[in-house]
């Protein structure tokens, strides 16, 4: 059963990521794709008005110089408070642009919005298990999110794109077929596709019974403690470009 979603999934990948198509749709097909999309969007943006506003005013106030790191995604990006101190020595900076509740697939719908307008190096992105807690399925998770790369690399080719695995929450141990499910499919895609990384905070997150690490969530069950953000930060710290070192004779910088 596996091998044969994982064909299906990378299959739904290659196609996505503009490989030969088997067929080529009506012009009437494309229409009412592109129309279907534009009230998707509409829809997103008019649900998230309020998030969208406050980005906006933050750019009013600094908009953050190219070449920085974008991290976008669910509550766990926008709850993580010391996102740029915990990452202050990456080159060019990093940017929250997280949204409490949102899918993948409104990451989807907003990649141009909260990533290619900042012309990033890299980004980071983590979301879907809000998607599966609604009721989509894996290979629903990993459309959207071959939407979401699609959306950057066609304007952003050389941007690096890294996903975080879907964390296992325990108030969504009920999930977790399809949590890991999610995260295989998604790996096996990130495999075909150039300077693009997965990036696996699933494994850590578990304790030695297989199950989630209570320590690392709030009372919630859901989002994450500091304990839960220091062990995010220590792996994804990993994958993101560090600051060049210092010329010979000059000291080591302090950390913040």
């Not at 096996?188 to 905070?201: F, G, R, V, W």
């Not at 919630?220 to 403690?225: A, G, P, V, W």
Request: one cysteine or more; glycine letters at 6%.
């Amino acid at each position: 059963m596996k091998s044969a979603l994982l064909a299906v999934a990378l299959l739904t990948a290659a196609l996505a990521s503009h490989a030969q198509p088997a067929f080529f749709p009506q012009e009437s097909e494309t229409a009412a794709a592109e129309a279907a999309s534009a009230r998707d969007y509409l829809a997103a943006k008019d649900r998230w008005h309020n998030e969208l506003a406050a980005f906006a005013r933050a750019d009013q106030e600094h908009f953050p110089p190219p070449g920085g790191v974008v991290f976008v995604g669910s509550s766990t990006v926008r709850m993580w408070t010391r996102l740029s101190q915990d990452f202050a020595r990456v080159p060019g900076g990093v940017v929250n642009r997280g949204f409490g509740g949102s899918t993948l697939a409104d990451c989807s719908l907003f990649a141009r919005d909260l990533v290619v307008r900042y012309k990033p190096r890299q980004v980071v992105i983590y979301a879907g298990d809000n998607d599966l807690a609604e009721g989509r399925t894996p290979l629903q998770v990993l459309d959207s999110f071959v939407r979401f790369a699609n959306t950057v690399r066609a304007e952003l080719p050389d941007a690096r794109i890294s996903f975080i695995s879907v964390k296992p929450s325990p108030s969504r141990e009920q999930l977790m077929p399809q949590i890991r499910e999610t995260n295989h499919v998604i790996s096996a895609y990130l495999n075909l596709l150039p300077n693009s990384e997965y990036i696996d905070i699933h494994m850590p997150m578990l304790g030695a019974d297989g199950r989630p690490r209570p320590e690392l969530f709030r009372g919630d069950k859901l989002h994450m403690t500091d304990e839960g953000y220091r062990l995010w930060h220590s792996v994804i710290a990993l994958h993101l470009p560090a600051a060049p070192a210092p010329a010979p004779g000059q000291p080591m910088p302090l950390p913040p």
